[in-house]
DNA sequence: AACAAAATGTTATAGTGTTACATATCACAG
DNA sequence: CTGTGATATGTAACACTATAACATTTTGTT
């Protein structure tokens, strides 16, 4: 597995360097599966990566506004095509996206995500993948999708 | 630990069993917690008890309409008093809410979610929190909250 | 019986996401 | 090139989920 585009955003980092990664891998990964990361998709995913807090659509659809219009399919058609070619995610207990720092490799979305500075980590933890499937095999259950959101304080967030 | 109230949701059982002992697992916990088990929060969570499938609010509501009138607010109301107590639990990915099958004690929700049948089963794996805890504290993440729903194939909708 | 606290009713509205159909753009075969 | 089908975007309306604010009722306690 190769390095993660933030291997720890909720520490004091260069996130010119995170975008900068973001988007090239993502041009990258576009390219190799075919995919067209059109003006308008490339838009939103910068806007994804402006920080490591995840960002609500109709957040995303203000921000698309200033300079053409925009109506909410049009965040939402873009929010879709980045999550199927595996570049964001949705957080369902925020209602809320985020850049996939794992582009292109399969993984289960791991998140941590500070209730303080809001900033969430993708985690790709095999010891989480691995439990979840041992408790579920056990139950006869094949998984196909994870959802693991874990809400607390981030490092940064307790020492203050 | 003690027993769960459905220990194996994804196959055949007796589910007045299910609805019964829910029941009176509620009545003693409210009457330890003194907290007030009225008629509506009651007839919300035997709805919610109806079956191993997650309801959504509105969906409650339908239900609840038929006799009286009833507005969002009254079940919405009702559901935060059922989590509050410890009573029921919402799924995030599903927006739809389900009873809790280990009332009274304290423990992370995880749910497996089968797309098939939709019925949901609650887990209380000691592993899986484990491993959460492990990969947090590697980060120096306090955890508050987990949110952990897997999505999936129940063993009886495999065999099909 | 009187009061304060808790619960419920009521109306309106905020926030999140989708449907359906029209228009524009792109990729590629001819 | 150039027509054609597939893909992407624009637009308007709407469905679903949840909350705010305030009135009224019920309950527990003095």
Not at 107 to 134: D, K
């Given at each position: 597995m190769s390095q993660p585009?933030?291997?720890?955003?909720?520490t004091p980092h260069d996130h010119q360097q995170c975008i900068d990664q973001a988007m090239a891998r993502a041009e990258a990964l576009c390219r190799r599966q075919r995919a067209r990361l059109t003006p308008l998709r490339r838009r939103v995913l910068e806007l994804l990566w402006q920080s490591h807090r995840p960002v609500g659509a109709y957040e995303l659809l203000e921000q698309l506004r200033t300079g053409s219009r925009a109506a909410p399919p049009t965040v939402y058609r873009a929010l879709d095509f980045l999550q199927r070619v595996g570049l964001a995610h949705r957080l369902a207990s925020l209602n809320a996206y985020t850049g996939c720092c794992y582009p292109g490799e399969s993984h289960a979305g791991q998140f941590l995500i500070c209730r303080s500075c809001q900033a969430s980590s993708e985690l790709s933890s095999a010891g989480v993948s691995r439990s979840i499937r041992q408790a579920t095999a056990a139950a006869g259950f094949s998984v196909e999708q994870q959802t693991v959101e874990i809400h607390g304080l981030c490092s940064r967030c307790r020492e203050d």
């Amino acid at each position: 597995m190769s390095q993660p585009i933030a291997d720890h955003p909720f520490t004091p980092h260069d996130h010119q360097q995170c975008i900068d990664q973001a988007m090239a891998r993502a041009e990258a990964l576009c390219r190799r599966q075919r995919a067209r990361l059109t003006p308008l998709r490339r838009r939103v995913l910068e806007l994804l990566w402006q920080s490591h807090r995840p960002v609500g659509a109709y957040e995303l659809l203000e921000q698309l506004r200033t300079g053409s219009r925009a109506a909410p399919p049009t965040v939402y058609r873009a929010l879709d095509f980045l999550q199927r070619v595996g570049l964001a995610h949705r957080l369902a207990s925020l209602n809320a996206y985020t850049g996939c720092c794992y582009p292109g490799e399969s993984h289960a979305g791991q998140f941590l995500i500070c209730r303080s500075c809001q900033a969430s980590s993708e985690l790709s933890s095999a010891g989480v993948s691995r439990s979840i499937r041992q408790a579920t095999a056990a139950a006869g259950f094949s998984v196909e999708q994870q959802t693991v959101e874990i809400h607390g304080l981030c490092s940064r967030c307790r020492e203050d």
